[in-house]
């Protein structure tokens, strides 16, 4: 395993983790359902309409930010997992 690629997997692992638990909460504070180990679609949709019907246009931008994070690092994740095991 290259550690040039394993390492920042981790970090990605860790950041997608953190902004997952941070858009549970949100949802959570705002009265939505929000499920930690299954259901995650359903998380993701219901954090989508909590975007679409926030009219505060700071708040949108900033659930906009925390979204775009979040399937970002999981793309990144799932790439750097092909490379780290790709370039064995």
């Keep these: 395993m290259n550690w040039i690629f394993f390492i920042p997997t ?11 638990f941070k858009i549970i909460a949100i949802l959570e504070t705002n ?5 930690l180990f299954w259901n995650q679609w359903e998380t993701a949709a219901n954090f989508i309409k909590l975007i679409r019907q926030t009219e505060n246009k700071k708040l949108k931008s900033q659930y906009k930010v ?4 979040l399937f970002g690092s999981f ?3 799932i ?3 092909f490379t780290s095991t790709l370039s064995i």
């Design 66 to 69: 925390d979204l775009y994070v």
């Design 75 to 77: 793309l990144l994740f």
């Design 31 to 35: 009265g939505y359902k929000a499920y």
């Design 79 to 81: 790439c750097g997992i």
């Design 10 to 20: 981790v970090v990605l692992a860790f950041i997608g983790n953190f902004y997952w």
